[in-house]
Every structure is written in structure tokens, then in C-alpha cells.
């Protein structure tokens, strides 16, 4: 079996370039787990909130607050806002607050789902663009009480095979875990095509609970080559992938990114075209790629993406039920809108959604991983020897006289005062010589025996060396 037939596992990480939302389905409701104040938004924390209706006994005063959708008009009456505050927004928004992914442990994590979701949307790309990118559109057309469809779901069971035999089985993305502390809020405006072609900002803000950029998790992938062959789905394609998945993946975000520059650009945004063109500059190595994934990453992020721009008028005029006729029987070419983070009022600053995937083998990980066991084994044996060499150091120390001791410093310690202890050379009794042997030692060490321009004090300390040893 060759290296391209073989089951692959790879150890991944993520990296996210900008805020990236995983919605839960579940939100924040305005006057009951928030509200607005002097153009903020005052997140409330409920467990507080709850212990202090029980503290004040103000349970049907919280109930009618609730049912009058008043929520905030009750808090004075348990101490005010700042004894249950939980979080305060710099933005005001009338929507509810979109809350990111939790599992049953209320920890947040993106879903491997997603991750493969993300994933298959650019093997769709990857075909558009390298394999047929002249797609005959007409045989996936579809009536429906005299309306004419494109069927999407035909196109995606003629690349991917039919929902029992999808050869995306054979990819396989595990969850991947984040912290509390990796997330975030950010506010979302959605801009809007015009009737005269501008790009403008809707006037609401979307609260949005994203990660943040920058922020590392690690999940694992695998990819069950020789299963591929035994499913349907497009030959062409599921050869591409087979033979080099990440190059496939690569060349699909590299065309993505391009257009979403270019969109940005024509709209002069300024900041969201920047962001963009350092995507296109940053170096990645053979196993890197980037990819669009999940809330706020637009039409194309979604198989419809795959029609060219200028084809969806003439499909329209044809009678497909493609696009929205704006006034004047306009039929505006995709995308129409976009979502971004936004500062101040209208600021757009980044884009949702982009992630860094870094691939690295689960065999070259385990051998990293032995590595580094293996050093800190060895590490952890050298600290113990070093540790009992101390110890034994330290008895050895204690157990001799006072000049022994002395001369062990003197000798070792290159920090140890020893012109300190001088005086004791008078008082060291019958080991005056051998201190006096010790003393000449750590003076020719530190050229204080034979100096240029010795002081008369330390002349003094060297002639009664020397005569202690009979060398004078």
C-alpha cells in the first residue's frame, strides 16, 4: 500500500486571525439577561441576580418584573445594577446577545462539525476551481409550482456522493476545547449593498460572543484513504484530495481570500481589504493553511458561492429562483452583505471567522512528545544528583573544623568574601600554616599576590603569609 493509500492522523492546531463565533443557538434575552444604558449594554449575572431576589424576599416583584419585561426597572429593589453586574459592553444593541458553543460542561469548544463543515465547503471551491470550473448548471435545475430552482443538493451528491455513501465519512475531526478567558464580545453590523452600489451599515448593532483573535486550541484529524475508494462522489476530485489534501485545501483558501480582498476593496474598506492582504503575505509551510469557517463568513461560505457572479442575472432573466430583484428589476451579483466587527459607529475593522490550521503528523507528534519525556526523565535525574551532591556537600561541611570549613569557601565560592576573614589567620592555632597555604592560593588566583601596584595594606597581609610559611 503506498504513503497516499494509507490511513493519515494528524494532530492540529488552530489558530484564530480574527474573532470567530460557533453559535449555540441559545442567547441572551434584552430585559431579562440584559439591557441597555447610556449607549451600553449591562450583561446581568443571573445567579447573582437570583440570589438576591432570595435575600430581599422579592420573589413576586421579580415575577411581575420579568412578565412587564422590566427587568432592569426591578434592581434597585436588591441593590442596585452593580450587585449582579456581570459584564458592561461598550455598545448598545436591541437583539438578542448570540452566545458561543458550550458542551454539557458549560466549556466552550468548537465542534468538529463545524471544522469539517468548513472543510468540505473548500473541496467544493477546490472543484469549481480546478476541475470544471465551466459547471453545466442546467442539469441541476429544478421546477417547483412553476418556479425554476437550483437544486444544490444534487450538485453536492455528484461531488460528495449520496448522504449514505458520502466520502466526506472519511475524514474525521475531533472537537477542539477553549477556555472561558478565550472569549469575547464583539459588536457586528451587517453592510448592505445600496440601490446605487454603495456598501452601508445597518443601524443595529449584533452583540456576538466570539473567541479572540489570536487564541490556540488543538484538535485531531483523521483521513481514511483507503475508504475513499469504495464511496461515490467525484472521481476527479476525491483523487486530489487523496493524493494531496492540504495542497487541495491551500489552493481553495488562497482563491477565497483573493475575492474577499477584492470585494473589500471595491468597497473601500479600507481596514478589511488590509486584513486580507496580510493573509495573502503570510508565510505558511507545506502543512499550514487558512480557512473561512462558521457565523459571519457570508454567501461564500455556502455552496451557492460556486456560481459565477456575473451568471446569476442571466439565470434570473431565465427564470431560476436565484437572487433578489431590488427596485428597478435589479438583480445585485453576490454577496450582497456582509457581516464585520465594527468600532465606534460604523468603523468596520475585521472580518469574522478565519482560522490558521497547522498540521503536524500524530507519528512525529508522539515522537516528539517521547523527546520530551525522555529530557525531562534525564533532566529530573541530573536536578536529584545535583540535589544529593549538596547534601552530601553540606554534611561534609558540617563535620569540619571551623578553618576547613573556611578554606572549602575560600576555594569554591568565587563570590565568597575572603579579605573578610584575614583576621582569623592569628587565631587559627595549630592550622595557621594551612590556612596561610590557603590564603597565597586564592591570592595568585586573583593576581593580589604578584600585583603592579599592591596597596601597603595588602603588602602587609602578603609578608606575614610569607612568613608564616617560611618564605620570607
Not at 9 to 31: A, M, R, Y
Not at 98 to 115: C, D, Q, V
Not at 314 to 332: A, E, M, S, T, Y
Not at 376 to 387: C, K, N, Y
Request: hydrophobic share 35%; aromatic share 10%.
Amino acid at each position: 500500500m503506498s504513503e497516499k493509500q494509507k490511513s493519515q492522523h494528524w494532530l492540529v492546531t488552530l489558530t484564530t486571525l480574527c474573532p470567530v463565533h460557533i453559535g449555540s443557538g441559545n442567547s441572551l434575552k434584552q430585559n431579562l439577561d440584559y439591557f441597555t444604558k447610556d449607549s451600553k449594554t449591562i450583561i446581568l449575572n443571573r445567579d447573582k441576580l437570583e440570589e438576591k431576589v432570595a435575600e430581599n424576599a422579592k420573589f413576586t416583584e421579580y415575577a411581575q418584573a420579568i412578565a412587564d419585561n422590566n427587568v432592569s426597572g426591578f434592581l434597585p429593589a436588591i441593590g442596585g445594577e452593580k450587585a449582579v453586574l456581570k459584564e458592561n459592553l461598550p455598545f448598545e444593541t436591541n437583539s438578542d446577545l448570540k452566545l458561543f458553543m458550550r458542551n454539557g460542561f458549560n466549556i466552550p469548544y468548537i465542534p468538529g462539525s463545524s471544522l469539517k463543515g468548513a472543510i468540505r465547503t473548500l473541496f467544493a471551491k477546490y472543484y469549481a476551481l480546478k476541475i470544471e470550473p465551466q459547471i453545466d448548471w442546467t442539469q441541476y435545475r429544478e421546477n417547483k409550482k412553476n418556479n425554476i430552482f437550483m437544486n444544490a443538493n444534487k450538485l453536492e451528491d455528484s461531488l460528495f456522493g449520496h448522504i449514505q455513501s458520502d466520502w466526506m465519512r472519511t475524514i474525521m475531526v475531533a472537537d477542539s476545547m477553549l477556555q472561558e478567558s478565550d472569549l469575547e464580545w464583539n459588536p457586528v453590523k451587517v453592510f448592505s449593498k445600496t440601490h446605487n452600489e454603495n456598501l452601508q451599515p445597518k443601524h443595529w448593532f449584533m452583540g456576538i460572543e466570539t473567541t479572540k483573535s489570536q487564541i490556540t486550541t488543538q484538535f485531531q484529524f483523521g483521513f481514511n484513504a483507503p475508504l475513499l475508494e469504495r464511496l461515490q462522489g467525484n472521481q476527479p476530485l476525491k483523487t486530489a484530495v487523496r493524493d494531496n489534501l492540504l495542497n487541495v485545501l491551500k489552493t481553495a483558501s488562497i482563491q477565497r481570500i483573493k475575492e474577499e480582498k477584492e470585494f473589500a476593496e471595491k468597497y473601500k474598506q479600507q481596514k478589511i481589504a488590509q486584513f486580507y492582504e496580510n493573509l495573502e503575505k503570510m508565510s505558511l509551510t507545506d502543512l499550514e493553511f487558512l480557512m473561512p469557517m462558521s457565523w459571519g463568513t457570508g454567501w461564500r461560505g455556502v455552496t451557492g458561492n460556486l456560481l459565477p457572479e456575473n451568471f446569476i442575472k442571466d439565470l434570473r432573466n431565465q427564470g431560476w429562483k436565484i437572487g433578489k430583484i431590488d427596485k428597478g428589476n435589479v438583480v445585485h451579483p453576490f454577496p450582497k452583505s456582509q457581516r464585520w466587527v465594527v468600532q465606534g459607529k460604523n468603523d468596520a475593522v475585521s472580518p469574522l471567522g478565519w482560522v490558521k490550521l497547522s498540521f503536524q503528523s500524530m507519528e512525529n507528534y508522539k515522537e516528539e512528545k517521547l523527546k520530551a519525556y525522555e529530557l525531562q526523565i534525564e533532566q529530573e535525574r541530573l536536578d536529584q544528583e545535583e540535589q544529593q551532591r549538596l547534601l552530601d556537600e553540606e554534611e561534609q561541611l558540617a563535620s569540619m573544623s571551623d578553618v576547613d570549613r573556611l578554606i572549602v569557601n575560600m576555594k569554591n565560592d568565587p563570590k565568597f568574601d575572603y579579605m573578610k576573614e584575614y583576621p582569623k589567620l592569628e587565631t587559627a592555632g595549630e592550622d595557621q600554616r594551612k590556612l596561610a597555604e590557603a590564603f597565597k592560593e586564592v591570592f595568585q588566583r586573583d593576581n593580589n599576590w604578584e600585583d603592579d601596584k599592591p596597596s601597603k595594606k595588602q603588602l602587609v597581609k602578603i609578608a606575614r603569609i610569607k612568613e608564616i610559611l617560611g618564605e620570607s
